[in-house]
């Protein structure tokens, strides 16, 4: 093997073990959160309310943030990372978009889905369809992102080697 394929090779397995890291940490921070008691939820919660609500001031925005804003954002960003990292993570071990595509989405649904349910387990918490239908549009706006950046990208690339 060349040193340019050796390279490659060393490369696409750094990035799928970054990968496989960053999802799997993103999960563990989702489920840690989902056993926070409510009071410790809320407290989070307030904690970030609060920092929004001082940077929306420090930019003379008129817009105040409220518990179920930030529950909302950080439910849909979550996942919408979630999807993100997913569907990266399995492109680069499948060369079949749509496997990857599919996989991910069914990741998503079912991190989604133990999310919930370990809020059963958790004081003063409840499974939330809601936040179940947050989470899954989170995700799949993640997912269908990268899909669309790659087509952008491969798009731009055909329209300059037309130039050429």
């Given at each position: 093997?060349g040193?340019?394929?050796k ?10 073990i970054l ?6 940490s ?12 409510a009071?410790?939820?809320n ?17 003379n ?21 979630l999807?993100?990292?997913s569907?990266?993570?399995l ?7 749509a ?11 079912l991190?989604?889905?133990t ?5 059963l387990?958790?004081?003063?918490r409840?499974?939330?369809f809601?936040d179940?239908?947050?989470?899954i549009?989170?995700?799949l706006l993640g997912i269908v ?19 050429e």
């Open positions: 093997m040193d340019y394929m390279n490659k090779h060393i490369a696409l397995l750094m990035a799928r990968l496989c890291v960053f999802t799997l993103l999960v563990v921070f989702i489920f840690y959160n989902s056993m926070q008691t009071t410790d939820s407290a989070s919660s307030g904690r970030i309310m609060t920092l929004l609500n001082n940077l929306c001031t420090s930019l925005l008129n817009f105040s943030f409220n518990q179920e804003n930030v529950r909302t954002l950080a439910h849909f960003s979550e996942f919408g990372l999807g993100v990292l569907v990266l993570t492109l680069s071990f499948f060369a079949v978009k496997k990857s595509l599919v996989l991910s989405v069914i990741f998503s649904v991190t989604a889905l999310d919930e349910c370990i809020q387990f958790s004081n003063g409840a499974f939330q809601s179940l239908i947050i989470d549009t989170g995700s992102g990268v899909f669309l950046i790659a087509l952008l990208i491969k798009n731009h690339k055909i329209k300059v080697s037309e130039k």
